[in-house]
């Protein structure tokens, strides 16, 4: 249970206009409802100052708490200060840190060994007040519940270490964590993760977790133990930040080390302003909070749980209020009911701006009420912790409400707290943990989006199950549980849970609900491809992506005729289509069809052309050349190997007469006779009609664009000049005029400066041409012109 013991700007003193006076006792008349918290009261008197407490309940349902006591500027020598209400309130304080003069970070834990409560307590203080360089960590133990103390001593005195934190294990085994400093890089401090224990009656301590080659910061560990089958395994958690990574630079990681194996190497379980983790533990389940991100400047406290003994961890969820600016240092503890308490700092909460405590309550780990109060502060309300007792939580905090910082207290349920019974230290082995298989028994691959799954090797008496293709944690509220198949199999429609490489994933998860011990999510995976995915794409001939240049003339008797035009209209009976492969994963495409032919022996992807045949009138034209202007379509079929069939038309419009320009038209130049630029607007008129393209202009503005090309000559050229040297330009329906017409091409003679004429003939939606076409009246391109002028985006560095 450690956090930072930095006063933050939040925590400027508060002339409180509420004065709580010391209460030895509080009294209720009937016990509150799980989860709900009573009156909070002031632990400390008000002539001292007491930050930073921590706090732990034994299994007599006495309440510890430890602090760091000073004056009430919070300039005076620091101590750590015990109290406890064995006597049924709570005690005077007591030093634990003495003769050191500035101590801080205690961290408390409690064991019962042969009947008798054992505290410990970690903390770190000053050999000399003057230098951080001097801070070491320190420890304390009580052997007859909090009555009598041996004096605290460093575990590591030549290990400079900040923020310990405290487990004692079933077996009495005590287990210290902390922060050590190694020195500077680039002026920063390194900060690494050090282990202690007294198995052997001394300390040994280690280093543990060093990221980034020592180019690192990390701090704020946590521990705790579970105990499975004799084997204690030891779990730790810790905030890891690269330097100069800022607030949002710092995760959260997470190790283990099983019996008297080494330790794994740090994971990532947090990211994003991930902070001062905490744990607790039942069975083979871990659960944990800490400090993150929600999006933007929100923190909040986030929950994780790990139903396998921390070898895989759920995706952490928010339990906060989700209210801006924050919630932060949360705590975590468990209730002898395997209930779940959070408590949190949660930032300007009230009407005055004050900083609050609030908590969120969990009968079972996997349902939760939702985000409660603590306490409404009329000061500063930070650093809160919490313990769990029989039937109680317990959470302690400091406060500015009397102008001078005190620690207070709340609690929920009865007034006493009852003896709990806890096991003996003797290694016992514990409840089984909950396990099964999952077994696919459909076929994979299959288009068959329905799955069936076998649930077989149960472990720990399971009698509830739920599944999803939409992942979840271990302790995530939801999906829903229901009860197990009486046939152990179920079977469940996986439609919108494939992903595009045709695979699914269904996860399984088995419970028991009267010991709210529950399983590992597991995976089933199965191809399903119940479609084509393949792309399909039909083109004109003259747009198609992948024609051969040479193909660019011959088309519907009109030499040299341009691509572009209107994407539905064609000018030639042949068209293009592409089918893509399918994805890595699926079932391939096995055959296509186009225009009820198939192609022999085809690969994919596949490039190829087709007729228009289903229906085509190939009666001669009357009114023109060639076929008769019509309406078609184009259809390409594609199969899989699983069967599964996709169609694709495109309707086109075949159109292979050209348009018909009517005499009497114009272009002009704005800009007048000459000019500077390459590139000028033309003014033109126009007199169009065409029998196959219909735009929604009148009937003699039947055209879709202008081939355009410019020359030295006042003759209209060829249209292989057009070919060569021109380019195409759509024009909107009742334009009179073009933009940017280019006054020089690749020509020798247009490469420089002087007369010019630019020509003209209409196109229809096939990219059909006029035979006639308008001329333009001279214009001079001047020396030295200038190109079209390109405005580029600012840059900075």
Known sequence: MTKSRRISNRMVIFAGCLLLTIMAAYSMNSARAAGTWGAAFALTPADRGAIFPDIAVDSTGVIHVVYVETSTDLNGARIIAYTNNKSGSFSASRSLSAPLNFASDP??????????????????????????????????????????????????????????????????????????????????????????????GGWVVQKIASRDDGNSYNS????????????????????????????????????????????????????????????????????????????????????????????????????????????????????????????????????????????????????????TPVYKATGFSLESEVAGSCENYHAVWHDSATGVYRIFFNQTGPTTSATCGEPPVTPTPTTPPVDFTATRTSASPTKD???????????????????????????????????????????????????????????????????????????????????????????SLQQSPFRPATEATGLSGQDNAPDGGDP?????????????????????????????????????????????????????????????????????????????????????????????????GTTSFPIGSNTDSLAVTMNFTASVTDDGYQNTAAADKKYWGAWIVATNSATLPSPATFQQYGYVRSIPVGATSINNVILVNGSPDMRTHGTRFVHIRFLDGAGNYTEQGITSPAITLNPNFKGIQTYLPLLRR
Request: hydrophobic share 35%; proline share 6%; with cysteine.
């Open 449 to 539: 989006p329905n799955v069936s799954v076998a649930l077989s090797n149960y472990l720990g008496s399971p009698n509830q199950v739920r599944y999803s293709t939409i992942p979840f944690g271990a302790g995530d509220a939801v999906p829903a549980w229901g009860p197990l198949p009486g046939t152990n199999t179920f079977s469940l429609n996986v439609s919108g849970g494939v992903n595009d490489n045709c695979l699914v994933t269904i996860y399984v998860q088995v419970r028991n609900s009267n010991t709210s011990q529950f399983s590992a999510v597991k995976e089933v995976t199965a191809r399903v491809d119940t479609a084509i995915q393949s792309e399909i794409s039909i083109y």
């Open 107 to 200: 961290n408390i834990s409690v064991t019962t060994l042969n009947g008798v409560p054992k505290v410990h307590v970690t903390y770190s203080a000053r050999t000399d007040a003057g230098s951080n360089l001097t801070t070491h960590i320190y420890y304390a133990v009580s052997t007859n519940g909090g009555t009598n103390w041996a004096a605290g001593a460093s575990i590591a005195p030549s290990v400079v270490g900040y923020t310990p934190s405290i487990h004692v294990d079933p077996t009495g085994v005590a287990h210290i964590v902390f922060g050590g400093y190694e020195g500077l890089n680039g002026g920063q401090p390194i900060i690494n993760i050090y282990y202690g224990t007294n198995t052997t």
């Open 220 to 371: 704020f560990p946590a521990i705790n133990s579970t105990y499975i089958n004799n084997v204690i395994t030891l779990h730790v958690m810790f905030m890891g930040q690269i330097h100069n990574g800022g607030e949002f630079g710092k995760w959260v990681y997470s190790m283990r080390k099983v019996g008297a194996g080494s330790w794994t190497a740090p994971s990532v379980r947090g990211t994003t302003a991930a902070n001062f983790p905490k744990l607790t533990t039942l069975g083979n389940t871990v659960h944990a909070t800490w400090q993150g991100s929600t999006g933007g400047t929100d923190i909040e406290p986030f929950y994780a749980v790990s139903a396998d003994n921390g070898a895989s961890w759920s995706t952490p969820v928010s339990r906060g209020t989700n209210t801006a600016p924050q919630g932060s240092r949360p705590d975590i503890a468990r209730a002898a009911d395997n209930s779940l308490m959070i408590v949190w700092d949660e930032g300007f909460q009230s009407t005055d701006s004050k900083t609050d405590i609030w908590s969120n309550y969990s009968p079972n780990g996997v349902s939760w009420i939702g985000a």
């Open 568 to 664: 539905y209209y064609t000018r030639d009976r042949t068209f293009a289509y592409k089918i893509s492969q399918e994805p890595t994963g699926c079932s391939g495409v096995s055959k296509h069809t186009v225009e009820k032919l198939s192609p022999a022996s085809p690969t994919y992807p596949y490039s190829g052309y087709g007729v228009f045949m289903d229906p085509f009138n190939e009666n001669p034209d009357t009114n023109g050349v060639v076929y008769n202007e019509q309406a078609v379509q184009a259809t390409v079929i594609v199969t899989d190997t699983l069967g599964n069939v996709r169609i694709v038309h495109k309707d086109l419009f075949y159109d292979d007469d050209p348009p018909i320009l009517a005499s009497g």
